[in-house]
C-alpha cells in the first residue's frame, strides 16, 4: 500500500461537486446519513453475527437482500454466483451505469464465534470491520438514495469471494456481466484512503513428485523433490524486477519430504507474484515457470534419469488470480471521490494501490476505486478484530456524495461519462 505524490485536484470537478451541497435534498441526504448513525451501527453488529465465510456467503447474502428492498430498492436479486445486486434505475436511459460494490465474505471459517462484544463505543467479533462496516455503509447509502432521481443508473452490490481464495470472484462475475461506467467498491474504514490503483496477483502451487527412495540404498538411482524444488527456489531468488511499477515475487512456502534418511518423493512450495502492471506480472510468472521448468530437467539429468516410471513430475496449480491496474490522475471516480472528500472535510491521507474488489473494474479500464466506510477497524483477518465506532457515518456520505455527483441528478449533469 504506498502512497505517490498527491496530483492537483481539478477546480472544474470540485465546483461541480460542491454544488451539489446546495441541492436541499442531497442536503437531507447527508444529514441523513448522521441522523441515522446508531441504528446504522447496529445493523453492522448484526449482520456481522451472521457468519459468512468465503463460498458460504448466502444467509448473510439474503438478510442483505431483504434490508435493500425495505430501504426501497424494488429490483434485486442474487445473482448466479450469490451476489447480491439491486438496481436502481436513473431517470436517463442514455445516462451513465455506476455500481457501488461491498464485499459480504469474511476470512473466518464456519464455526468462528461472531458474537459482537461492546465496551463503549469499541466493538469486538471477527468481521465487525471487514467487511461489516463497509455493508453498513452500502446499505446507509442506499437510504440517503431514497426519493432522489438521478440520471445515470445506480448498482448495489453485496459481493462474495472477495478474501484469500475467492479471489475477488463476485467482483469479477458482476463486472463481467455488467457494463459498466464507474465502480465503487467500499472496503476498509479510513476515510482518508482513496485507491489509484489496485495490485494484481497470480499465485501458484508448484508441487515436484517421484518415486523417492532410501537415502543410502536408492542414491543415484532416483531424482528428488526436495532438490529440484531447492534448484528452483535459488534461481527464483535472483530473479530480477521493475521496482515502477512495483512488481514483486515470493516463495511464501515450502515444504516436503518424509524423513531426513529419505530422498524425497514430494515437495511443494506456493509462490505469489504481484504487479501494478498486469503485463509485467504475466512476465515475472513466465519467467517462475521456465525456472521450474528448468529445475525439473536439471534434476533428472543429474542422475541420468530417463525411465519415465522414475522420472520427477512438475505440477502447476493455480492458486489465486487478482487482475491488476492503475487509474489517471483525471480519472473521473477519482477527482470527484477527491472533490467530495475535500468538501466533507476530509484530507486525502493515503492516494496509494492495494487489492480489493476494485481490482477487476479497473484491469478493465473501467474508472473506480475503492472508498471506505467510516470508524476504525483493527487487528483486521484475525480473531481479535474490533471497530471503533469514531464518526462512522463519515463513510457513508463521502460514498453517496461521490455517487450522486458521478451518476447526476435534478438540475446537476453527471460527472461520470458514458464509455464508448
Ligand atoms: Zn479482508
Redesign the pocket.
Known sequence: MATTPIPPLNEKTFERVKALLGNPKIAAALALAKDEAASAMREQIEICEIPAPTFEESTRAAEILKRMKAYGVDSVEIDEIGNVVARRPGTDPDGPELAIGA?MD??FPAGTDVTVRREGNRYFAPGIG??CAGLRALLQVVRCFRGIKTKGTIWFVGTVG???NGDIRGSKFFNAHHKLDGFLAV?NTDVGRILRGAVGSHRWRMSFDGPGGHSHGAFGQVPSAIHALCIAGAKVAHLKVPKDPKTTFTIGTFKGGTSVNTIAAHAECDVDMRSLDNAELLKLEAEVFRIFDEALEEENAIWGITDEAKKLRLTKTPIGDRPAGMRPDDCPVLQTARSAQKLLGIALTDYGYSSTDANAPVSRGVPATCLSAGGVQKL??TVKEYFDDVESFLGPQLIFLTAVALAGAEGHEPLLPKRG
Request: avoid cysteine; glycine fraction near 10%.
Open positions: 464485499h469474511t476470512v471487514d467487511n472477495e478474501e484469500g472496503d483486521t483477518h
